[in-house]
């Protein structure tokens, strides 16, 4: 299991040096997520993907979730409606409205900034660069301990509590 660990460093060169320090430590590139104000060029650092900087996970479950049950809802009203045989259409109609709400969701996602990156949004409008390390449990006190001796200006902006190993 790993954890979301959140550091914000105030230039694109102090993010370089945290991010080598990283890969020194071993941390595999793709578990680095740089986000910064738009337009900031950020060289060969590791961007956060549209799954990091938007709300597109929590936007898919809420659409299914909801799609699940006005297509249970349309299945009954069908087969009030037209006489249909409840099982066949109460299939149908629940996971065609899960598929439908979960598609309709995610392209609401897709333009939705992320609700758990809220609390960084003035500090990356005020310039400052927002540095999300996936790290196993059993070595975040090793890579905390790392970046604080070797880069006391990256700011620990504390941990998400779980991320899947496959995201």
Same mark, same amino acid.
């Given at each position: 299991?790993?954890?979301?660990?959140?550091?914000?460093?105030?230039?694109?060169?102090?993010?370089?040096?945290?991010?080598?320090?990283?890969?020194?430590?071993?941390?595999?590139?793709?578990?680095?997520?740089?986000?910064?104000?738009?337009?900031?060029?950020?060289?060969?650092?590791?961007?956060?993907?549209? %799954?990091?900087?938007?709300?597109?996970?929590?936007?898919? %479950?809420?659409?299914?979730?909801?799609?699940?049950?006005?297509?249970?809802?349309?299945?009954?009203?069908?087969?009030?409606?037209?006489?249909?045989?409840?099982?066949?259409?109460?299939?149908?109609?629940?996971?065609?409205?899960?598929?439908?709400?979960?598609?309709?969701?995610?392209?609401?996602?897709?333009?939705?900034?992320?609700?758990?990156?809220?609390? %960084?949004?003035?500090?990356?409008?005020?310039?400052?660069?927002?540095?999300?390390?996936?790290?196993?449990?059993?070595?975040?006190?090793?890579?905390?301990?790392?970046?604080?001796?070797?880069?006391?200006?990256?700011?620990?902006?504390?941990?998400?509590?779980?991320?899947?190993? %496959?995201?």
């Amino acid at each position: 299991m790993y954890r979301r660990l959140y550091y914000l460093l105030p230039s694109v060169a102090k993010t370089e040096a945290l991010v080598n320090q990283l890969l020194l430590d071993r941390v595999e590139f793709g578990k680095i997520h740089v986000l910064a104000k738009e337009n900031t060029p950020l060289g060969r650092l590791p961007e956060a993907s549209a %799954f990091q900087k938007n709300d597109i996970k929590r936007s898919f %479950f809420i659409g299914a979730f909801i799609g699940l049950f006005l297509g249970a809802l349309a299945g009954i009203a069908l087969h009030q409606a037209l006489y249909l045989p409840m099982g066949g259409i109460m299939i149908l109609t629940t996971l065609g409205g899960a598929v439908l709400g979960a598609w309709f969701a995610t392209m609401y996602g897709l333009i939705m900034p992320n609700k758990e990156l809220r609390p %960084f949004k003035d500090a990356i409008e005020n310039g400052e660069i927002l540095v999300m390390i996936d790290i196993e449990k059993r070595r975040i006190d090793e890579i905390e301990k790392d970046i604080e001796r070797l880069l006391p200006e990256a700011h620990f902006q504390g941990m998400e509590p779980r991320i899947p190993s %496959f995201p």
